[in-house]
């Protein structure tokens, strides 16, 4: 993984304790070239890494122009998009098992 947005994002999950954090290289002209979901152990955490990348976006620690949100940590879900680069999806374990998010991104394009 080259691409220093996604390499911002993923250290910061990892900086903010996300678990289970899975890329998948999605190279899509109409949607996004990649995809991260992660988890995180209460809504308060889903709200700090949110938080976070979007300061990160704001302070310049993520080279990147906007950063979109969609979702709030309270719903157990908040889905963050630097948009054409990267997917980000903040949820708790069980909505991630629920929704089957990593069934659906591998099946679409495989694993970064």
Not at 6 to 27: M, P, R
Request: glycine content about 4%; proline content about 4%.
């Amino acid at each position: 993984m080259t691409n220093p947005i996604l390499s911002a994002v993923l250290s910061i999950c990892d900086d903010k304790k996300a678990e289970n954090i899975a890329t998948y290289d999605l190279k899509s002209p109409q949607f996004t070239d990649f995809a991260v979901v992660c988890c995180a152990q209460n809504t308060i955490q889903i709200k700090a890494i949110a938080s976070e990348l979007q300061l990160a976006v704001k302070d310049k620690r993520i080279p990147a122009s906007e950063i979109l949100s969609s979702g709030n940590a309270n719903s157990g879900w908040v889905i963050l998009e630097i948009p054409g680069i990267v997917c980000i999806h903040i949820t708790l374990q069980s909505i991630r098992d629920y929704y089957d998010l990593d069934g659906v991104y591998s099946r679409r394009m495989g694993k970064a």
